[in-house]
């Protein structure tokens, strides 16, 4: 291994000239210079005196946890300076066990430096690799295993052992079929359907045209979200069906997604990103432009919800709305759309 | 013999009668480690690691990993009577009723933090010092490996307590999932069974986090270990050390005492931080319910580089034949990091490809001389920085009263020419430390006295490298470009050449051409010209006589008369 | 207090006038003055104010002199400078120029910023009452829509957290608009000054009126951010409540500094 100078190389290249690293002039190892404590007794019984300092004062710490831990009630606030008004006991705990650690780890490094001994030792490195008898050995060996095993030999159990061994884990891989359902329509259908009234999220009331002025934000939901939450104990409903509701003027509107889904200028939007899927509702009301806080796609509620800047490919889905008979904003029907994040299906 | 004394020799013969321990104990009690501050990081993982192990045990006594709706009834005010899942108002327990609760969870998370740093600064040690090369490619994959789980497992970790900065994160991982083409909304619906939030996720992402990953951590960890322990530490070069040993300190009773004291200080740190610095005030975000979010919604830091490339990317997105490509969903958040795990995973294969090397290396490289790998990975850590800013983007845009949409061209901008100038700035910067390394090695060190010759002339003394700086600045090994064999045979007939060679011989020209090596021949013969001058300047030249009187180095002299004579030395 | 050498009046003047009695009648008329004054003033003194002419008056002085140049002689507005004031009510007036952001230095930025208020509370009334007489608008809270007796925190932290942490943070440490604009800091915002923002909507802000935000949930939501700004961090500094960049960066920089430190203290020679 000493003397490789020849690094395999392929066909049609010529072996690289390669210098080594190993220099037969090299010096060994530097003189060793004692320490203090290797020569003055002193200075060894003072390094001693230190360690055990640390070590002292880390017991001391320790016992000063389990007061902390008895005697200070969680409801206690401590006020320091810098930091200002912390919880006692998970400062009084935490810097009592912190440092009765911490010190037990300087104490034993501070003995290693001080007084073990700091004189280098040298061990040689051995073969990493078996010798080539132990090679040519084991390979033979292993020909062997296989000749006397007969796998070589014997097509039919070769081949059907490893068909038996291919399906094998293929049971594996149906098992874990009810992890979930298909998705079906679910990533299409929306809580809201023609009629629904919306409510404001989270007082639940319902909402008249009225109440959403220009530049005002409203979060609504479906009034149905309560009732099937409360039966199927999940916020999947929830997930899809947060709105939003802004008010423009006629001669704002550059555009809608489709003829009379506004209600006299109130324009209701989803409220799921189309990007990843983070509840968007930074309204900026000056310029009609929501914002999602998560990675910044903007969306213009005037120009029918499209993206004006940032990663979401696709405008945000408009909910078309109306009112019922006692005067509330509805919807007119379900999003026609699927809403959130996009999906390979999706169309 | 004292009690002690006979209670531990009784010990250890029971155990040696039944599995032959003292055996063990003779060939490694004494095993050298090498001492070197920058192999300490690896170990910083490992014991961050073992504090993750500990606190996470003690708050998996209290967490209830349930998405079950409750009405909260404990002692945090401000959210009594708010419904949340049980993981949320268990974890609310455990911050406010369980005596050292609150500490035990910042510890844990404190410690996830810093076990991926950990990994992170030792992946750039290893790289730099090319400690990945053979035997040691095996050991570099188990890091990486290592390194993604631990990525993992801190996401799954920070994402079990429900709460709404982890549940928008949870949100997003859905989103990116269900981008995934062909596969995508089965696999979302599979992984969360059912649309989103559903309530079998935090369960599983339970057991993933306290069984799956940390078993997986764990059997990576120990392989990792007996690599580095039966291959031995690599070194750094220097006087005494060669490809063949390995010089240092004891493992009984020096490395115990300081590897193990480190261990306690790790474990010291991490509790301190815990105590004196919140982390995750998951009270303040409130329970996860996904109508809400907040302003600076970002993943821990470790995500933070694949949530900027989210921020980054154009939005692109194909719509085709009744199907949608997201690309700008599935490029930053599958592709990007795809690739760069690959790449990085098989770095080591790709450079021994590169330089043609088979052999074992046990001493390290100085970064500078390995131009082209330092420069190929400050431009990794430049591309991976740029992501990182991306990702917190906002909170720079509001404490440096910038544009967010600036802020993001910006980055867009330096993320494709960023790198390629670090890359260059790095290469150059490499190559003028071996240029410099190269000039100390002909010329000497400059003494900074200067000798005013008879003749007016003015000549600074050079003093020649001591003799173990000698071999520092000549370790390491001095690659040639491989070269193509175009010679045509007997016939005329020229070697046919595969492509896959020509990019071979290209890379290896790219990585090699550049050098300010010394070869170990042209020291030599540089050296022997110096002694020859020396001798020369001892028969004549009465200046360069004063010069060695003065001086009392020949090689000075030398060096003097060759300035008078009008050469340079390393004319040879 | 000596009694000075002063004409005894005439009998006739001495029983229908007691040495004392204009002592007394200055002292009545103060304290009637100063009782009506603490009873209409302190609460709702713009209103009092507002209907003042006077006030109108040295509203309208301070507006022309402080404000006209960019909302234009008759707050109408100047296209490209300011917008036009006509019904925006004196909250609007109050919250502006009250939180130190009008008048604006310059108008050429993406939002104005907050800077020391630059009229006392009077004048700025004054403006209020001047603003608010050119149209109806939305007025200043009175002390009962101010006092938080009664508020739920745990309503208010639900309100914040649907209606406001979007953009102020979950604990109203501000956040980022787009194209240099941002929601600010709350942590010193007075409950006045955050139910004027809330009603009025100013800059981005939307407009919360009291039938998307009643006045009973408006206490909530101060009650609750004040209330949550002045609780402690119980898990020691708070890093500025802005999430995992800051602690990312702490962990960087210290976490990781010390514990390297540690590792080059162990493997420096020692003496």
Request: proline share 6%.
């Amino acid at each position: 291994m000493s003397d490789e100078h020849a690094a395999q190389a392929g066909p049609g290249q010529e072996v690289a000239p390669v210098a080594h690293a190993e220099n037969p002039l090299a010096p060994g190892l530097p003189p060793h210079r004692p320490r203090r404590a290797d020569v003055d007794p002193r200075a060894a019984k003072r390094a001693e005196r230190q360690v055990a300092l640390l070590f002292t004062l880390s017991a001391l710490c320790t016992i000063g946890f389990i007061v902390g831990y008895v005697e200070i009630p969680n409801s206690e606030v401590l006020n320091l300076p810098l930091m200002g008004a912390v919880s006692a006991s998970n400062f009084t705990l935490g810097v009592t066990l912190g440092l009765a650690i911490f010190l037990i780890g300087a104490g034993a490094i501070h003995w290693a430096k001080k007084l073990m001994p700091d004189v280098e030792g040298v061990d040689e490195r051995h073969e990493l690799r078996s010798s080539d008898e132990t090679r040519e050995a084991v390979y033979a060996q292993v020909a062997e295993g296989i000749a006397d095993s007969g796998f070589g030999q014997r097509k039919l159990i070769r081949r059907t052992l490893l068909g038996a061994m291919a399906l094998l884990p293929l049971s594996a891989l149906v098992l874990l079929r009810d992890l979930g359902p298909l998705p079906g329509t679910e990533l299409r259908t929306t809580l809201w359907a023609k009629g629904v009234r919306i409510v404001q999220d989270p007082s639940l009331q319902p909402i008249r045209p009225e109440d959403v002025v220009f530049g005002g934000l409203v979060s609504g939901l479906p009034a149905t979200l309560m009732a099937v939450e409360d039966s199927a104990g999940t916020l999947n409903a929830r997930a899809k069906s947060p709105v939003i509701l802004i008010r423009l003027r006629p001669e704002e509107i550059v555009a809608e997604q489709g003829k009379n889904w506004d209600y006299e200028g109130i324009l209701c939007y989803s409220k799921i990103c189309t990007h990843v899927g983070c509840p968007t509702a930074l309204y900026e009301h000056q310029t009609h432009h929501l914002l999602c806080p998560c990675h910044q796609s903007t969306f213009d509620l005037a120009d029918a919800g499209k993206v004006v800047f940032g990663p979401a490919a696709r405008a945000m889905p408009q909910l078309a709305i109306t009112v019922d008979a006692d005067g509330y904003l509805v919807a007119q029907h379900d999003f026609t759309q699927p809403i959130g994040p996009s999906f390979w299906e999706r169309g | 013999m004292s009690t002690i004394e006979r209670a531990g020799q009784g010990t250890g013969n029971y155990l040696d009668d039944r599995i032959g321990v003292n055996r063990w104990l003779k060939k490694n009690l004494g095993k050298i480690f090498p001492d070197h501050w920058s192999f300490m990081l690896g170990e910083i993982a490992l014991y961050s690691f073992i504090v993750l192990l500990l606190t996470g045990t003690y708050l998996s006594l209290f967490f209830k990993p349930s998405m079950t709706e409750i009405v909260y009834n404990g002692s945090y005010v401000n959210l009594q009577g708010i419904r949340m899942s049980e993981a949320y108002a268990s974890t609310l327990g455990i911050s406010f009723d369980v005596r050292g609760g609150l500490l035990m969870r910042q510890v844990h998370h404190w410690a996830a933090l810093l076990f991926v740093a950990a990994m992170t600064v030792h992946l750039c040690r290893v790289f730099f010092t090319g400690a990945f090369r053979k035997p040691r490619e095996l050991n570099w994959l188990m890091g990486v490996g290592l390194l993604t789980l631990g990525i993992f497992e801190g996401f799954a970790g920070y994402s079990l307590p429900d709460d709404l900065l982890s549940g928008t994160g949870l949100r997003i991982a859905e989103g990116i999932v269900q981008a995934i083409p062909i596969v995508g909304t089965y696999l979302a619906f599979f992984i969360f069974g059912g649309p989103f939030p559903g309530s079998d996720f935090i369960p599983r992402l339970y057991i993933v986090h306290v069984l799956l990953i940390p078993g997986a951590i764990l059997g990576l960890i120990t392989a990792h270990l007996m690599l580095v322990w039966f291959q031995k530490h690599t070194q750094f070069p220097g006087p005494g050390r060669t490809e063949k040993n390995v010089v240092g300190y004891p493992l009984m009773p020096v490395y115990m005492a300081k590897a193990g004291g480190f261990f306690f200080v790790v474990f010291g740190v991490c509790v301190l931080l815990g105590a004196a610095v919140t982390i995750n005030p998951v009270w303040l975000f409130g329970p996860y319910t996904p109508t809400q979010i907040t302003a600076g919604s970002q993943p821990d830091w470790y995500i933070g580089w694949l949530d900027g490339a989210l921020r980054l990317m154009p939005n692109w997105e194909i719509n085709a034949f009744g199907h949608t490509l997201s690309l700008n969903v599935f490029i930053p958040s599958v592709v990007i990091p795809g690739i760069c795990f690959t790449l990085l995973g098989l770095y080591p294969f790709l450079e021994q490809w590169i330089t043609g090397d088979r052999r074992e290396h046990h001493l390290l490289d100085r970064p500078r001389n390995a131009a082209v790998r330092t420069a190929a990975g400050a431009m990794a850590i430049t591309f991976y920085l740029v992501l990182w800013i991306g990702g917190g983007n906002d909170v720079i845009a509001t404490h440096f009263a910038l544009s967010i949409n600036t802020v993001i061209w910006t980055l867009r901008v330096l993320l494709l020419v960023l790198p390629p100038i670090v890359f260059v700035i790095t290469k150059r910067f490499c190559l003028s430390l071996q240029r410099r390394d190269r000039d100390k090695l002909l010329h000497g060190i400059e003494t900074g006295t200067i000798l005013r010759m008879p003749s007016g002339e003015f000549l600074e003394l050079h003093a020649p490298v001591s003799e173990s700086e000698k071999v520092l600045l000549m370790a390491g090994d001095r690659y040639e470009p491989l070269e193509l064999d175009t010679t045509p045979d007997d016939n005329g007939v020229s070697p046919r050449v595969s492509s896959v060679d020509r990019i071979r011989a290209k890379l290896s020209q790219a990585y090699f051409a550049d050098q300010f090596r010394l070869s170990p021949e042209e020291l030599a013969a540089a050296e022997e010209h110096h002694a020859h001058a020396a001798l020369d300047a001892g028969q004549g030249g009465e200046t360069a006589g004063a010069v060695a009187a003065v001086t009392g180095d020949g090689e000075a002299a030398a060096l003097t008369a060759a300035a008078q004579a009008g050469s340079s030395p390393d004319q040879a | 207090m000596r009694t000075s050498s002063v004409t005894r009046p005439s009998r006739a003047t001495q029983a229908r006038r007691h040495p004392w009695a204009f002592v007394v009648l200055i002292g009545l008329a103060l304290v009637m003055v100063g009782g009506l004054y603490t009873v209409l003033g302190s609460a709702s003194a713009a209103q009092a104010d507002a209907t003042n002419p006077d006030t109108i008056q040295q509203g309208h002085a301070l507006f022309l002199e402080g404000c006209s140049s960019c909302h234009g002689l008759n707050a109408q507005g100047v296209n490209g400078r300011g917008p036009s004031l006509i019904g925006v009510g004196a909250a609007d007036v109050d919250f502006q120029v009250g939180t130190g952001r009008m008048p604006a230095a310059t108008y050429n930025v993406p939002q104005v910023e907050r800077r020391t208020v630059q009229y006392s509370q009077a004048e700025i009334d004054a403006m209020a009452a001047y603003v608010a007489s050119l149209a109806p608008g939305p007025s200043v809270p009175s002390f009962s829509d101010l006092d938080l007796t009664g508020a739920n925190l745990q309503a208010g932290g639900e309100l914040f957290r649907t209606n406001c942490a979007q953009c102020h943070n979950f604990a109203g440490e501000g956040g980022a608009l787009t194209l240099g604009k941002y929601a600010p800091s709350l942590t010193g915002s007075t409950p006045r000054h955050i139910w004027e923002a809330m009603l009025v909507g100013p800059q981005s802000m939307p407009k919360f009126p009291n039938t998307t935000i009643t006045p009973l949930q408006k206490r909530d939501i101060i009650f609750y951010l004040t209330t949550v700004r002045a609780q402690p961090n119980p898990g020691g500094l708070s890093l500025g409540r802005v999430g995992p960049v800051s602690e990312g960066l702490f962990l960087w920089v210290v976490g990781l500094g010390v514990v390297i430190a540690v590792a080059v203290w162990i493997g420096a020679k020692s003496s």
